[in-house]
């Protein structure tokens, strides 16, 4: 590639969002599409097995981010990865598909005839969905998009009992985790395609690989956004040889690099607070103060109890699991991980809920305390709407040094007594009549409690998080409801940055229809005046 190379569209970061786009927009074939990725193609076999995920966000094939310490967590960082590699982290995520509550995407900013209501968004969940299920009945989801979204082949036998616990409890049992109102519980919807992930890749850059209209670059690591005045033009790059590159978009440069990325490379050159930037050592071109403000994430804090039975995943280990895998996509290797989840109200007078409880049929987790060898279980509290807010700014001027990102998880007083309600719940599930031949009392680092101030002390000792950042470049802030930056041209942001509040489910699903979605606007902006 040269020097000069010149695209309609440059696309940075070929993750949930980017092959979305990437593939839209590339079906016009008058348009030139050049999506950058920093992380290499997706061959290694460990990308289809669905269980492999605890692994692959431990490895190279993810940005292994670690946090500032957190003052909310006594001075602890946290691991906060993301992928590297074609397809992002739907390439290394455990694919759950949950797309949230229906009042989620009633709260974002609303612009006129640009608004992000669930009736705005729901039509683009469909087209990105192909689901049937079992009696051919698709429910909430579309039938033909290039999504494919299932049922777990084989779930454990424990998660069974989980979701009749569910109910002895009292709470409401779904037809389906993406129901409007998903208050309540159910197995858990993942992207995978007879028994194996099915990834952004698959779904809709593979098809639209032969175009000769699309490029995609792997192993090339975005340094900058190229502005000419207040236009962007393009993205210098550094590929895998060391060579740094220029890449110029004729219409649009489009951000896809995710609530780390995005906003990093929007202050590497030299967009966003300038108190920020000035401190960093990068020269001010635009000021734009939300810039990496806003940033939440999900926090999550986990209960383990032992397992009185030997079913759980830590049976993955045996080589027979893996030839049975290898040989019929099916066994325990097949499994997500986390393979029910209820979603509950810390507080009876919510509109909505505020918690997830995610069921996992396994003790261990690389992101998680790792509990004493043998069968465990864990339930793990996840607060869905948390009001503590971080921020991430540059640590340099250099392209190459990772960012400062501070979550500020806990530093809001509401959130702690929500996860402590959470923990108290958890407890009441796990101490129902049908997981009574599976549990066998607390496992370590777990001690079961009800004192509120026991509870809140191992939160802060245990939270962690289930990867979901969101916010930096939020809708309103830094970008407009057609999610252009604001004060600049020819410059978008389509990932999960642009969430004003992060959605009461997983972002994996949300990021696509908003790609799906941003495919929209840029086709309809596409012959209006430079």
């Avoid at 074609?86 to 709260?107: E, I, K, P, T, Y």
């Avoid at 209209?213 to 690591?221: E, R, Y």
């Amino acid at each position: 590639m040269s020097e000069d190379s010149a695209y309609d569209y440059v696309i940075v970061g070929a993750g949930s969002a980017g092959c979305v786009l990437a593939s839209r927009l590339s079906a016009d074939p008058s348009r030139r599409v050049l999506l950058i990725e920093a992380g290499e193609r997706d061959d290694d076999p460990a990308f289809r097995m669905p269980l492999q995920w605890s692994r692959l966000v431990a490895g190279p094939h993810a940005w292994r981010h670690l946090t500032t310490p957190q003052a909310g967590l006594g001075g602890r960082g946290v691991y906060l990865p993301h992928g590297r590699v074609l397809g992002g982290s739907s390439s290394v995520n455990a694919q759950m598909w949950v797309r949230g509550h229906r009042a989620d995407f009633d709260d974002w900013p609303q612009g006129e005839g640009d608004g992000w209501s669930y009736e705005v968004m729901e039509p683009y969940f469909r087209r990105a969905e192909r689901r049937a299920g079992e009696d051919g009945e698709s429910g909430p989801y579309g039938t033909d998009g290039p999504m494919w979204i299932s049922d777990l082949r084989e779930p454990n036998v424990a998660t069974a009992a989980f979701l009749e616990a569910c109910a002895e409890r009292g709470l409401r049992r779904l037809a389906d985790l993406n129901e409007p109102d998903n208050s309540g519980f159910a197995p858990t919807p993942v992207n995978q395609y007879q028994g194996e992930r099915w990834s952004v890749v698959d779904a809709y850059l593979r098809p639209a690989a032969g175009r000769p209209n699309l490029t995609v670059v792997t192993g090339a690591t975005a340094h900058a956004i190229v502005l000419d005045g207040g236009r962007a033009t393009g993205v210098r790059y550094r590929t895998g040889d060391g060579h740094v590159r220029t890449a110029h978009a004729g219409r649009e440069v489009l951000l896809s690099a995710g609530a780390i990325g995005s906003p990093h490379l929007l202050m590497l050159s030299g967009v966003g607070p300038a108190g920020a930037l000035a401190e960093a050592g990068i020269p001010l071109r635009h000021e734009l103060p939300g810039v990496g403000a806003n940033l939440h994430d999900h926090p999550t804090c986990p209960v383990y109890v032992r397992c009185a039975q030997p079913v759980t995943l830590l049976g993955a280990q045996d080589p027979a699991q893996l030839e049975l895998w290898r040989r019929e996509r099916r066994g325990l290797l097949g499994s997500n991980g986390g393979e029910a989840a209820a979603f509950v109200r810390s507080s009876p007078e919510l509109a909505a809920p505020d918690l997830e409880l995610i069921f996992m049929p396994a003790a261990q987790g690389p992101h998680f305390p790792a509990g004493p060898p043998g069968h465990g279980l864990m339930l793990t509290v996840v607060l869905l709407r948390p009001e503590s807010r971080g921020s991430l700014r540059p640590a340099g001027p250099d392209p190459e040094q990772a960012p400062l990102i501070d979550p500020g998880y806990l530093t809001a007083p509401e959130d702690l007594p929500r996860i402590v309600a959470g923990l108290t719940i958890a407890r009441d599930v796990l101490d129902a009549p049908a997981l009574k031949p599976f549990v066998e009392g607390p496992m370590a680092p777990w001690r079961d409690t009800n004192d509120r101030d026991e509870l809140a002390g191992y939160a802060r000792d245990h939270l962690t998080t289930i990867f979901h950042p969101a916010g930096t470049c939020a809708i309103g802030d830094v970008v407009d409801s057609r999610l252009r930056v604001r004060g600049l041209t020819g410059l978008r942001v389509v990932d999960a940055s642009v969430m004003p509040v992060i959605n009461r489910g997983h972002p994996q699903a949300v990021v696509v229809a908003i790609a799906e979605r941003a495919a929209d606007l840029i086709r309809a902006d596409r012959d209006q005046p430079r």
